[in-house]
């Protein structure tokens, strides 16, 4: 299989911090070694699944355009799917690790490592035009699924629109499953939070607030969408 | 409620690829049909039965304890 341009710039980008890496001129500041190393190995696991995901893109392209016998017609168009499915969760988690280094990087070393800083902002922002890439690549799995324009004021609606009944059924056995897993999280990070102010002495109070408010929000939020009109 | 997709598309040799396409929705549906995960929508049904040329009833099949 061809690489992409994307993934043979990603590999030699790669290869060069991890040298970089290796050569241990990262962290030139022993103070904050620690919390630069952590920084950097975070933005390193960025840029591998950002390097995973535009390799899977490929395979999408490559085996979509492939024609195949009607009797290998589904083993293709599951290959598809769930290319497409892994496609979505490593740039999702390209994402969430991107924001977290992005914003803990910044309340740790934007003072002495303020480049780094702008690197991991740039690997945010790569994750995000990753992730619209992605969603382009939807037309190889459903040829019929046209994208609503981004712009549109109820985009969200129209996104959800273009799915079919039985993949909503999916979505929502999964959301609803979703939705009293995270209850059930953000109860315990409370109860966690309380026991570190505690032992600790370092109060988390702002946190566990944060989190009840969110907790509630979702809560509403759910029953605003539930409540029985009529 | 069970069905006889999976027959009927042996009987008229198409895949899921295929008939997902001609009833307009995707295979993962087609799939979850089959394996009775998901019940479809009255359309949906209407649309599957008419691409074999069945009645509703003869593509999914009701049973009495369905109707209690």
């Given at each position: 299989m061809k690489h992409s341009f994307s993934t043979k710039v990603l590999i030699v980008v790669l290869l060069y911090v991890m040298y970089r890496f290796a050569q241990n001129k990262v962290w030139t500041n022993e103070e904050y070694a620690l919390e630069s190393t952590v920084v950097y190995v975070s933005n390193i696991v960025c840029l591998v699944l950002l390097l995973v995901t535009s390799m899977l893109s490929r395979k999408i392209v490559t085996k979509g355009e492939e024609s195949v016998a009607i009797e290998e017609e589904d083993n293709k168009q599951l290959f598809l799917e769930r290319t497409f499915h892994r496609l979505t969760f490593y740039s999702q988690l390209a994402q969430s690790i991107g924001v977290v280094t992005l914003i803990g990087g910044f309340l740790l070393i934007r003072d002495m490592e303020p480049r780094m800083l702008l690197y991991t902002i740039i690997l945010w922002v790569l994750t995000w035009g990753r992730m619209a890439r992605s969603m382009r690549l939807i037309s190889y799995i459903r040829p019929d699924f046209t994208l609503p324009?981004?712009?549109?004021?109820d985009y969200k609606d129209q996104l959800l629109d273009c799915y079919d009944d039985g993949e909503k059924y999916v979505m929502l056995k999964s959301l609803h499953k979703l939705y009293y897993a995270l209850q059930c999280v953000l109860i315990t990070l409370m109860f966690v939070l309380m026991f570190y102010s505690i032992f600790s002495?370092?109060?988390q109070l702002f946190s566990i607030i944060a989190i009840g408010v969110v907790m509630l929000f979702m809560q509403l939020y759910y029953l605003k969408g539930v409540q029985i009109k009529n | 409620l069970k069905n006889r997709l999976k027959e009927l598309r042996a009987r008229d040799n198409l895949n899921q690829t295929q008939l997902a396409q001609m009833a307009k929705i995707s295979r993962q549906t087609v799939s979850l049909i089959e394996r009775l995960e998901y019940m479809p929508s009255l359309i949906i049904a209407a649309r599957i039965a008419r691409i074999f040329e069945e009645p509703i009833e003869n593509v999914f099949i009701f049973e009495e304890e369905d109707f209690r």
């Open positions: 324009n981004p712009k549109a004021v002495g370092v109060s | -």
